[in-house]
C-alpha cells in the first residue's frame, strides 16, 4: 500500500505478531502494541525503532542479517507480550505506579524475568525440536543397519519428527482456549496487513474479507528453517556421540536461520509467481492452525495498532 509522506507516496512491508488480547505492528521504523483491555478500550505502546541492521549498513548482508534480525525480533517479540500481559492483568488495582515503574529495582525485576523468559523459550525450543528428535532418530538407528548406513535417511527421519512435533505443539496450544484467543488476532493481524497491502481503506469492513493466511508469517519462517535444516545436517559429516551431533546442530542454528531469512525475502519478492506459491504452499497449510477467524472487536484492535504504525512513518525525519 501506497501512503502520503511530504506529498510523495511511498511504499513498505508490514509485519506483525499476535500477543496476549493485542497485536503488534512494526513498520520499518515503528513498533506499535494495540491491546484490548477488560474494561474494553484498546491501550496502546507506541515506539521507533530501528533495527541494528539500519543503524550499522555493514551487518545488512545476506546471511548475517537474518541472525541479527532472528534474535533482535525475538526480544522485540517478548518485550510485545510482556506488555500485553501487564496490560491485561486480572486485577488492574495491583498494577505498578509510574513511580514505581521508574524505580532502579522494578526494572532490574523485570529484566530478570525477561531473561529467564527468554532462557526458557530457548530451552523448550532446544528440547522439542533438537533433542528429542535426534534423540528417537538416533535410538531407531541404533536398531536399524539401513537407517545407519543412510545419512540422508537418517536425516530425513530427524526433520519429519521435528516438523510434526511442531505441527503437534501448535495443534495441541490451538485448543486451549487463551492461545485460540492468540491465534485468533494472529488472523486479525494477517486480514489487517492485507487490507493494507491491497491499497483499501483500513476499516473493519475491507478487513473482515481479506484471507487470514499470508505468505509472509513467522509461521511460515519456522517451517522453512526445519525444512532447510534437514539438507544442511546433509551435509555436515556425522559424529561419533549423540551429545556431539546434538552440539553440532545447536551451533548451526544461526547458520540455517540466515539462510532461512533469504529464502523467505527471495519468495516474498517472486510471492505471485507459480514456484513461489509451491513453496509458501506448506506455511499457508500450517496456518489453517495458527490463525483463527478474529472477530470484529478483534480486527479494531489489529486496525488501530497498524493506523498508528502508518502515521507515525509519515512523521519520521531523515535523522531518525
Known sequence: MQIQKDGKKIDFAVGGQAVIEGVMMRSPNTIVVAVRKQDGDIKTNERFYRTLT?????LNIPFIRGIINLFEMMGVGMGAVNFSANEFAEDPNAKPTEEQKKSFWYKLLNLV????????AIALTILLFKFLPLWITTFLESKSIFIKNNYI???????????SFFVLYIFILSIIPSFRRIFEYHGAEHKSIFA?????????KNARKQ???????GTSFILIVLLISIAVYTF???QETF????ILRIALLPLIAGISYEYLKLSAKFAHKFIAKIFTAPGLWLQRITTKEPDDKQLEVALTSLKIALEKEKNIKPEQ
Open 54 to 58: 539500519q543503524r550499522f549498513k555493514f
Open 211 to 217: 484471507t487470514r493466511f499470508h505468505p509472509r508469517c
Open 196 to 204: 493494507y497491502e491491497n491499497n483499501l481503506p483500513l476499516t473493519v
Open 113 to 120: 524475568l525477561f531473561f529467564l523468559s527468554f532462557l526458557f
Open 153 to 163: 535417511i537418517f536425516n530425513l527421519i530427524d526433520g519429519i519428527l521435528k516438523i
Open 243 to 246: 551429545t556431539e551431533n546434538l
Open 236 to 238: 555436515i559429516p556425522r
